[in-house]
T-cell receptor, first 113, second 109 residues
Framework: NAGVTQTPKFRILKIGQSMTLQCTQDMNHNYMYWYRQDPGMGLKLIYYSVGAGITDKGEVPNGYNVSRSTTEDFPLRLELAAPSQTSVYFC????????????FGPGTRLTVT | DQQVKQNSPSLSVQEGRISILNCDYTNSMFDYFLWYKKYPAEGPTFLISISSIKDKNEDGRFTVFLNKSAKHLSLHIVPSQPGDSAVYFCAVSTDKLIFGTGTRLQVFP
């Protein structure tokens, strides 16, 4: 099993550009999550999904969109990139919600200049 | 308002000694707690967890202690090894995980 994979590993965007961060898991997990981690901070939840076709906002959703058309994939879309979106983005998945451990991908380091 | 706090951003410990990482939370209704470990350029990995019905959970060199009255948990690593050098996050579980800001542990020879 590859677990949770994310692409790209690194990306530099200009202000106003858009991009999609890809996330795929092969563990047949129902739950998937997107986090961002800023320097010296913990992980903040952006969006999450409880299954294909169902998504919901987390703590910091502004400036982002998600979709979940399959169990495996949970892409994160940035429209009109802003310097405040410079961060490391982690995708995670879990078999169940809440008390169960989440499995994380390796992260995407995004810089917006 | 931070619901989960790790007040020590860094900790340096000699190899073979005990490392103690601390975490405080604000809501007495939280009932499940986790520790994650993160190496540079990697995602966090689950380390150990504890339910509020227990006050201690042990897994090899790692032990988590929970003090519900103080709303405090701690992670003990004994003996510490250089490979334990990483950032450690505590998290509380509601319907989602709420993470602390992390403590960077450095274990030196």
């Amino acid at each position: 099993n590859a677990g949770v994979t994310q692409t790209p590993k690194f990306r530099i965007l200009k202000i106003g550009q858009s991009m999609t961060l890809q996330c795929t898991q092969d563990m047949n997990h129902n739950y998937m999550y997107w986090y961002r981690q800023d320097p010296g901070m913990g992980l903040k939840l952006i969006y999450y999904s409880v299954g294909a076709g169902i998504t919901d906002k987390g703590e910091v959703p502004n400036g982002y969109n998600v979709s979940r058309s399959t169990t495996e994939d949970f892409p994160l879309r940035l429209e009109l990139a802003a310097p405040s979106q410079t961060s490391v983005y982690f995708c995670a998945s879990s078999y169940n919600q809440g008390a169960y451990e989440q499995y994380f991908g390796p992260g995407t380091r995004l810089t917006v200049t | 308002d931070q619901q989960v706090k790790q007040n020590s951003p860094s900790l340096s410990v000699q190899e073979g000694r005990i490392s103690i990482l601390n975490c405080d939370y604000t809501n007495s209704m939280f009932d499940y707690f986790l520790w994650y470990k993160k190496y540079p350029a990697e995602g966090p990995t689950f380390l150990i967890s504890i339910s509020s019905i227990k006050d201690k959970n042990e897994d090899g060199r790692f032990t988590v202690f929970l003090n519900k009255s103080a709303k405090h948990l701690s992670l003990h690593i004994v003996p510490s090894q250089p490979g334990d050098s990483a950032v450690y996050f505590c998290a509380v579980s509601t319907d989602k995980l709420i993470f602390g800001t992390g403590t960077r542990l450095q274990v030196f020879p």
